[in-house]
Nanobody, 125 residues
Framework: QVQLVESGGGLVQAGGSLRLSCAAS????????MGWFRQAPGKEREIVAC????????YYTDSVKGRFTISRDNAKNTVYLQMNSLKPEDTAIYYC??????????????????WGQGTQVTVSS
């Protein structure tokens, strides 16, 4: 069992930055993938970025490439999402999640096993 707690959300003006953190309790195995997802009102949950725990291989959705950076600290069991040049369309609830299986679509939120409670990010224009 893994428990996830996100923090770092808030209200920021367009062009600003935020850093989200996701602290995991429980055992994180080397084969796991950690993902950040977001969900805006009336929209489906979508992947933002993910990172493999062992080798820090990363994936970003096109809309955040060059603006967001995902990273992890194995010693602290924590994953980060640095968000720069924020836009109003980044406004959403951001969730951290754990994918235990390998060889499955890491972009599909339905494949993930554990989820945090979410943190609100609001970007004003």
């Amino acid at each position: 069992q893994v428990q996830l707690v996100e923090s770092g959300g808030g209200l920021v003006q367009a062009g600003g930055s935020l850093r989200l953190s996701c602290a995991a309790s429980g055992r994180i195995f080397s084969g796991y993938t950690m993902g950040w997802f977001r969900q805006a009102p009336g929209k489906e949950r979508e992947i933002v970025a993910c990172i493999t725990w062992a080798y820090a291989n990363t994936y970003y959705t096109d809309s955040v490439k060059g603006r967001f950076t995902i990273s992890r600290d194995n010693a602290k069991n924590t994953v980060y999402l640095q968000m720069n040049s924020l836009k109003p369309e980044d406004t959403a609830i951001y969730y951290c999640a754990v994918l235990r299986a390998s060889g499955v679509s890491y972009r599909d939120f339905r494949k993930y096993d554990y989820w945090g409670q979410g943190t609100q990010v609001t970007v004003s224009s």
